[in-house]
């Protein structure tokens, strides 16, 4: 089982940046895939930024050059820093672990997703 608990939501004016951290419970050797999600009122969840084996990154074209995640294996935590914030960045923000867990000859998946946190740009 794992653990997320999300920190660092709020509230910002446009322009203004907000650092979101993910706290994971166990180990990142044992997970394959983290990434953030957002969902906005009325449209679907999507993927905002995620880190692939703790090396490679991807970003959702509407944040690229303004939004870095990174993780810190110190403190065990999935950090998503964002800055130039836009109205439309309003959204709960969802932090999300996916475990990749071979059995046989069956690779199965378990998603496990944090409880959310707010983030609200508005002027």
């Known amino acids: 089982q794992v653990q997320l608990v999300e920190s660092g939501g709020g509230s910002v004016q446009p322009g203004g940046p907000l650092r979101l951290s993910c706290a994971v419970s166990?180990?990142?050797?044992?997970?394959?895939?983290m990434g953030w999600y957002r969902q906005a009122p009325g449209k679907e969840r999507e993927l905002v930024a995620g880190?692939?084996?703790?090396?490679?990154?991807n970003y959702a074209d509407s944040v690229k050059g303004r939004f870095t995640v990174s993780r810190d294996n110190a403190k065990n935590t999935v950090d998503l820093q964002m800055s130039s914030l836009k109205c439309e960045d309003t959204a709960v923000y969802y932090c999300?672990?996916?475990?990749?867990?071979?059995?046989?000859?069956?690779?199965?998946?378990?998603?496990?997703w944090g409880q959310g946190t707010q983030v609200t740009v508005s002027s």
């Open positions: 999300s672990a996916r475990k990749y867990v071979n059995c046989a000859t069956t690779t199965y998946e378990y998603d496990y």
């Open positions: 166990i180990s990142f050797h044992s997970i394959n895939l």
């Open positions: 880190i692939i084996n703790g090396r490679s990154t």
